[in-house]
């Protein structure tokens, strides 16, 4: 078997062929020589049969004569017009020799060796040098035997036949062999051939494509020869190993393909996951308008699955205007490459809050330098604007503080000689007296001057205060108690829910009670017949921070005046009630001490809920006050309550 | 490389089919001759027998056929050994009669006063099928030949017979013709049917294939050959007069005896016995009745019209 897979290809081929060709001749032969010997056997049955038969028949007359001399000559005329007669004799009923052919005395043996019945017996005559096929005819006439006919035939003739057969059958095999050994080798040669070209392409393809050389020269030209004794096989096996070689060439590649393929789709997923994580709406839209990539809060936002938006076109997202608007922009940035970078309000309806999107649209470059797409990234900005508008407002507070500040420094000082002077004069006339009266009056509202002044000095902060350590409880607790009285012939009621882990801050207790002072007279202004106030302070250590809250069930503040309430001079009280500089006193001090005052009106339902508020009280209004707590206090606080 | 596991048992068997066959084909029923053992061929002498003749008016075939029976009787009856012999022509019969080779002679009665010439004897007669102990010739032709309706319709026509020698079959429709008026040269040809035997068959297949526009037949013949021709389509034109049928004659210096014996066995065939009447009705009689020369007489009359005696005297001459 090595030595059978040693073989060139074209050698087997030959081999093979040369193996089908002898075989299906050996074959053909056996089976056609006996065919062929088997009915020229019949064939000379019949043939001797029937002469025999017919010279029955012709003897008849000559027998009945007995006429020797015809028989003999018709005996000598079967065998000489049939090469393949050997004999031919007639016997009469007793078996004896009436004609023959044989000149040189009658073989005694022959005469007994076939007997006929009715019928034409054949058998076959052994004579040691040849065999002969022999016939007993009788002779009938009126069912009475007159004698006996008897035909021998050689088989020499046959077998003379079946060798010529034989020898025709293999000359025609041994022609057939030689075209088919030509034919094969020409086609061996070919298919050897391309074979060769086939496994020189592929070496060639693991050389050039996939890596290194295989270690078989093989398919190099000037080892052709040499490389060939190496090889253990035919052609088919040196292309078998060239595609071993190229397969696991390829095997390395593909897992190479599969390492890179693991880290696309790591990055691919990372990507993803940063794009979805993003807060912002992130979408990449093509060419047609349509939607090829979505992030998850986008898809959110849109109420449905980023599967079911890829594909979609605007219109089939939002409403018909937004929708314009949106494909307008991107067609913009498609014909034009220029980038859209702009701030929308959103606001679904006028009871719905307002919402701030900064929209950024940047056009996709493909390699070729062609806008492939448009990316949209959309970041709500609300918060922003909201911290934008408060600096503007602090910005503006601080403009009136100061030049608010500016005019009643220059004012206080005429004030003050105003003032002394109406006192000087009181002194120099009678108390009774009309003109002293006058100067009362005089004295009165230059004293209010000089408190609209120092209330002035207070808001722009050109007041000096004094900060110590102070209980921020205390300070509550004081004008409290100071105004409760007060509060409840208001029929007012003031309820304390005070922390107490009674958080010390660094502050100036003057001014801080100037700010509850403040805040509580504009609730008790705010609620019209009774009602009910709640100051509540929440300690926050994680912020370092205080919260106060002064609820009140009064009135409120209509939304959207609610923002200005802080303005100096901004009062909803009839002229000559108030100066409007209260809260923005109150701004002032907290901003002083480093926190933050905000009103929220209407009041949160959760606090509305813990105060005993009659049933026909309005919205109310909560003012929340947040300062930072003591440095050291702070620290104090902790070791004493043990938390954090 | 497996495949060789399958392919050589394949061969193998193959090969081994194509065997078996090729044996089937040798296989013969063999016998041993040495033919080196030889003997000279000796002609056997015939058994000494009565020897039986049949005139050969049929092939030796139907003539054995025909008589085989009656002499295998004529044996057992009396208790002599019997052969048929053979002979070739008419004239081969008569020779055979004269010089002894032919007891018994079975002729017709033209062949017979040629025969008696020599000193052979008449001593009995057959019953021809018809049951009549005469026969006829008989003129034929086809039914569809419209110019031959009468005996004169003959003349200028070609005429098949069966034998120069033949009674029926010739001489006696001769005959007919001579008392006609119209002799042998009146005729376009008068052609005799070829060959050994089977002539009365042969001239009637001459007419109905057409080859001769009409035929002389023995009275008879047509029933004969009525299973090789449609003898609807042959019509019969004229008929002779009866002349005595065929006889038995025995050889001059025949021992009377033996004779004696064998025309008494002959009498006594009756086709009341269905033996008999098989053994009769192969040899084409219906019986064998004793005859003499002279009945003979109106044979040796018509030859006398014929000429035939002048034949006959010349063909003594030539023999002295």
New interface residues.
């Given amino acids: 078997?090595i030595f059978?897979?040693r073989l060139r290809f074209r050698t087997k081929i030959n081999l093979g062929l040369t193996l089908i060709v002898v075989?299906t001749a050996?074959?053909i032969a056996?089976?056609v020589?006996?065919?062929a010997?088997?009915a020229l056997?019949d064939q000379t049955r019949k043939r001797g049969k029937v002469l025999a038969g017919n010279l029955a028949l012709r003897a008849?007359?000559p027998l009945?004569?007995?006429d020797?001399l015809q028989l003999e000559s018709m005996v000598n005329e079967v065998k000489e017009a049939d090469d393949e007669i050997i004999y031919a004799f007639i016997l009469?009923d007793?078996e004896?020799?009436?004609a023959?052919t044989?000149r040189?005395?009658?073989?005694?043996?022959?005469r007994e060796?076939?007997s006929s019945g009715k019928q034409i017996n054949a058998?076959?005559?052994?004579?040691?040098s040849q065999?002969i096929y022999?016939f007993a005819a009788p002779i009938f006439?009126?069912e009475?035997n007159l004698g006996t006919v008897r035909i021998g035939l050689s088989r020499a003739g046959i077998q003379s036949v079946v060798q010529n057969l034989i020898f025709a059958i293999s000359a025609l095999t041994g022609a057939v062999l030689l075209v088919a050994v030509l034919a094969s080798t020409h086609f061996a040669r070919r298919m050897t051939f391309r074979l060769g070209t086939l496994q020189k392409h592929a070496v060639d393809i693991v050389r050039t494509h996939l890596g290194p050389e295989i270690s078989n020269e093989s398919t190099h030209e000037n080892n052709h020869n040499s490389s060939r004794k190496n090889l253990k096989g035919d052609e088919i096996q040196e292309l078998t190993e060239t595609f071993d070689a190229m397969a696991m060439n390829l095997e390395s590649h593909i897992e190479d393909l599969e390492i890179t393929e693991t880290n696309l789709t790591r990055q691919k997923e990372l990507l993803k996951t940063i794009i979805n994580v993003s807060p912002d709406y992130i979408s990449l839209i093509g060419p047609a308008y349509t939607y090829l990539a979505v992030n998850k809060p986008l898809a959110k936002h849109i109420g449905k699955t980023e599967e079911e938006i890829i594909g979609l076109k605007d219109e089939d997202l939002f409403s018909t205007h937004e929708a314009l608007v949106r494909t307008e922009e991107i067609r913009k940035v498609l014909n034009t490459g220029k980038i859209i970078n702009k701030e929308t309000r959103e606001q679904d309806d006028n009871y719905s809050t307002v919402r701030w999107f900064h929209t950024i649209r940047v056009p996709v470059y493909s390699e070729s330098s062609k806008i492939i797409g448009v990316l949209s990234t959309s970041r709500e900005i609300t918060e922003l604007k909201s911290y934008q508008a408060q600096l503007i407002q602090s910005q503006k507070m601080e403009s009136v503080g100061k030049l608010a500040g500016g005019v009643a420094h220059e004012i206080n000082t005429p004030l003050g000689i105003i003032l002394g002077y109406a006192q000087l004069l009181q002194d120099d006339i009678s108390p009774d007296d009309q003109i002293s009266k006058d100067l009362k009056i005089i004295e009165k509202q230059a004293r209010v001057c000089r408190k609209i002044v120092s209330d002035l000095l207070g808001f722009s902060r050109q007041t000096e205060s004094e900060k110590t350590e102070m209980c921020f409880n205390n300070s509550i607790l004081e004008v409290v108690q100071l105004v409760s009285h007060t509060f409840k012939l208001e029929h007012i009621e003031i309820s304390t829910k005070l922390d107490d882990r009674f958080p010390i801050i660094h502050g100036d207790p003057e001014k801080l009670k100037q700010v509850w002072l403040n805040l509580l007279s504009n609730a008790m202004e705010a609620i019209d017949d009774q009602g009910s106030i709640q100051i509540t302070t929440i300690l926050d250590i994680s912020t370092m921070t205080i919260t106060a809250l002064f609820a009140d069930t009064g009135h409120g503040v209509e939304p959207q005046k609610i923002g200005s309430i802080f303005d100096p001079f901004y009062s909803t009280k009839p002229v000559g009630k108030g100066t409007g500089l209260g809260l923005s006193v109150s701004f002032g001090i907290i901003k002083d001490h480093g926190g933050s005052i905000e009103a929220i009106s209407p009041l949160p339902k959760s606090i509305l809920a813990g105060m005993n508020a009659p049933d026909d009280t309005g919205p109310g209004t909560l003012f929340k006050v947040v300062l930072p707590l003591d440095a050291i206090s702070a620290v104090e606080q902790v070791m004493n309550t043990g938390s954090v | 490389?497996l495949k060789l596991k399958f392919l050589i048992p394949t061969?193998l068997l193959?090969?081994g089919i194509?065997?078996y066959?090729?044996g089937?084909?040798l296989d013969?029923?063999?016998?041993?001759?040495?033919?080196?053992?030889?003997?000279?061929?000796r002609?056997?002498e015939?058994e000494p027998a009565i020897t039986y003749a049949y005139l050969p008016q049929y092939?030796?075939?139907v003539?054995?056929?025909r008589h085989?029976?009656l002499i295998e009787y004529l044996s057992q009856e009396t208790g002599l050994s019997i052969r048929?012999?053979?002979?070739?022509t008419f004239e081969e019969h008569r020779r055979m009669v004269e010089k002894g080779d032919i007891d018994i002679s079975f002729s017709n009665p033209m062949t017979y006063i040629r025969i008696a010439n020599g000193g052979a004897a008449a001593f009995a007669r057959i019953i021809e099928p018809s049951g009549s102990p005469t026969f006829r010739g008989q003129i034929i032709a086809r039914r569809d030949n419209r110019f031959i309706h009468k005996t004169k319709d003959c003349i200028g026509k070609s005429w098949i017979a069966v034998d120069p020698l033949s009674a029926g079959g010739y001489l006696f429709v001769l005959g007919l013709f001579l008392d006609n008026g119209i002799t042998a040269a009146d005729f376009k040809e008068i052609a005799f049917a070829a060959g050994?035997?089977g002539k009365q068959e042969k001239a009637v297949l001459a007419v109905y294939a057409g080859k001769y526009d009409f035929a002389s037949i023995r009275e008879g013949t047509l029933d004969i050959v009525k299973d090789k021709v449609n003898i609807s389509k042959i019509k019969v034109i004229a008929e002779t007069k009866p002349y005595p049928s065929w006889v038995y004659a025995a050889r001059k210096d025949l021992d009377p005896n033996i004779k004696e014996l064998i025309a008494n066995a002959m009498f006594k065939l009756s086709m009341n016995d269905p033996e008999q009447a098989e053994i009769l009705k192969q040899a084409g009689i219906r019986g064998i009745i004793p005859a003499q020369d002279d009945d003979y007489n109106s044979i040796r009359t018509l030859a006398e019209e014929l000429g035939l005696n002048n034949y006959q005297k010349k063909e003594r001459r030539v023999k002295e």
Avoid at chain 1, 123 to 128: A, P, S
Avoid at chain 2, 28 to 41: G, H, L, P, T, Y
Avoid at chain 2, 84 to 88: D, G, I, T, Y
């Fill in positions: 078997m059978l897979s075989f050996l074959i056996l089976f020589t006996s065919m010997s088997e056997v008849e007359d009945l004569s007995t020797l009469d007793k004896r020799v009436l023959s044989f040189e005395g009658f073989p005694v043996q022959l060796a076939n058998i076959m005559i052994d004579t040691g065999k022999d006439i009126s009475k | 490389m061969v193959l090969l194509a065997l066959l090729r089937q084909g013969e029923n063999i016998v041993k001759v040495d033919m080196s053992v030889r003997e000279e061929i002609v056997p015939p092939s030796h075939k003539s054995y056929q085989n029976k048929q012999v053979f002979p070739n050994p035997g």
